[in-house]
């Protein structure tokens, strides 16, 4: 069981990472381009924020299901904070009477920089995965 919820966590990364680099692409060329927010801006952003969600879920089931090191901790304050910045980042700027494309920017851009911080915290590569 522990090695399900391991792996799942370890694999589901790429999908948030992918995600987050799609939502960055897009967002970039929507304020590029002066276009104002659209479904597609809104959809990639609940997307990442939802994938983001889920892996925190995965995170917090290996955490229960296998060992504790101090380490950890970094990693897990920088993921909830990650997780924190992406959502308010999208709901602030739904909220707005017009919103636009540099929040959700600038929220997916630092979102990813505290998700690969959190994962080199624990010594491990944002592109490696851990045989057990
Ligand atoms: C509060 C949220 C999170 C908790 C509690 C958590 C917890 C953990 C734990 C306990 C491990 C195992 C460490 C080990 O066995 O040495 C781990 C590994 C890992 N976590 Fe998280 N995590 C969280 C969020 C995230 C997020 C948001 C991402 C990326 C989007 C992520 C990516 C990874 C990666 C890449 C590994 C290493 C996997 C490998 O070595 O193959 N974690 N996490």
């Not at 522990?2 to 990472?17: I, K, N, P």
């Not at 089931?61 to 897990?76: K, M, N, Q, S």
């Not at 494309?101 to 851009?109: M, R, S, T």
Request: no cysteine; net charge positive.
């Amino acid at each position: 069981m522990d090695r399900m919820f391991f792996y799942a966590h370890s694999g589901l990364r790429y999908l948030v990472l992918l995600a987050g680099v799609l939502a960055i692409g897009y967002f970039a060329f929507g304020l590029a381009t002066k276009r104002p927010f659209d479904k597609g801006g809104r959809i990639l952003g609940a997307s990442f924020a939802g994938l983001l969600h889920l892996q925190v879920l995965l995170g917090i089931l290996v955490l229960v299901t296998r060992f504790y090191y101090p380490a950890l901790i970094g990693h897990i304050v920088m993921m909830v904070l990650a997780a924190v910045v992406a959502q308010v980042s999208m709901s602030v700027n739904r909220r707005r009477p017009q919103p636009n494309f540099a929040l959700p920017l600038a929220g997916v851009g630092v979102t990813l920089l505290l998700i690969i911080g959190g994962i080199m915290a624990i010594g491990r590569g944002v592109f490696t995965t851990t045989a057990m």
